[in-house]
Each structure stands twice: as C-alpha cells, then as structure tokens.
C-alpha cells in the first residue's frame, strides 16, 4: 500500500495498478502514525510552554512533510499531487492541537470542556483534510502532454 494518497493518473497509457484512494484511505495518510509517535512522545518527555510549543509543531509539520516526501515514490503509483503537502501541515497541527496537551493548552482548547472540543477538533481535522483533498482534485487540471515515446521521432 502506498504511504501518501493515490489519484487518478490520466495521462498514462497504463494506469496504476490499483484504482485511487477512497475518501476513507485519505483519512489515514496525512499524518502517518510514525509522526504521531514521534510527536507524541516529544510533548511527553519535554516541558514546552508558550510560543515555543508552535514552533516546534511547525517544525513537526514539516518533518511530516519531508517524511512524506520520502516515501511517496514507489515504482507502482504516481507521485501524490504537490497540495497533498500542504494539506498534511493542516493535518499535522489540527492533529496536534485535538491530541497534545500543551498544543491544546496554547490553542485555547481547555477548560470544562476541553475533552469535548479537542474529540470534535480530532473529527473535523479527520473529515476536514480529506474533504478539501476531494475538493482540490475536482478543480479543473491544465492538460498535461504526454512525453513522447522512443518510436515516436521528436519533433524539430
């Protein structure tokens, strides 16, 4: 299984050898559970207070991104598409916020009713990224040209 999202390819000849992800199969791929370990047992083993809690969530998000990046180039799917990026920084901090006690705490997530609103911060980021993923993809596409094969003479 392919560890960033699948999409429809049109401009193979050959598509890739199973279909696109589902709505479901986004929801998991975002934020890998590699990242949810690391990040986890960060907040847990250091007493991080304040802004410096958002910079060191930015930088998770972006090792999630680099993560990501890493392993999206499997010989048997397409590349994800450049916004799958973007969107799992989205993923990665509403991640944080809805699971990570002093991310919540700086967000403004506490109080009587914080278990509640972080349980409705994990669902909305669960149903939020994958939702604008469908969305985006919808978006009509510039046309891509394919490349020209080697019994095709280029042109001059």
Excluded: C
């Excluded at 199973?18 to 083993?45: C, L, N, Q, S, W």
């Excluded at 007493?47 to 930015?58: D, P």
Aim: no cysteine; glycine share 8%.
């Amino acid at each position: 299984m392919a560890r960033t999202v699948v999409y429809p390819v049109s401009n193979l000849r050959e598509g890739p050898p199973r279909g696109p992800d589902g709505f479901a199969a986004k929801i998991a791929k975002y934020v890998p559970a590699e990242m949810i370990a690391i990040a986890t047992i960060f907040f847990a083993v250091f007493t991080i207070h304040g802004w410096t809690v958002w910079v060191w969530i930015g930088l998770g998000a972006l090792l999630n991104v680099v993560y990501l990046w890493t392993v999206s180039r499997p010989e048997d799917v397409p590349a994800p598409r450049l916004y799958f990026y973007g969107l799992s920084i989205v993923a990665f901090i509403l991640w944080s916020m809805a699971t990570i006690d002093a991310v919540a705490i700086e967000a403004g997530l506490g109080g009587d009713t914080n278990e509640g609103q972080r349980a409705f911060m994990l669902a909305f980021a669960a149903f939020l990224v994958p939702s604008l993923d469908v969305a985006i993809s919808r978006l009509p596409r510039k046309a891509s040209t394919p490349p020209a094969s080697p019994s095709t003479p280029a042109a001059v």
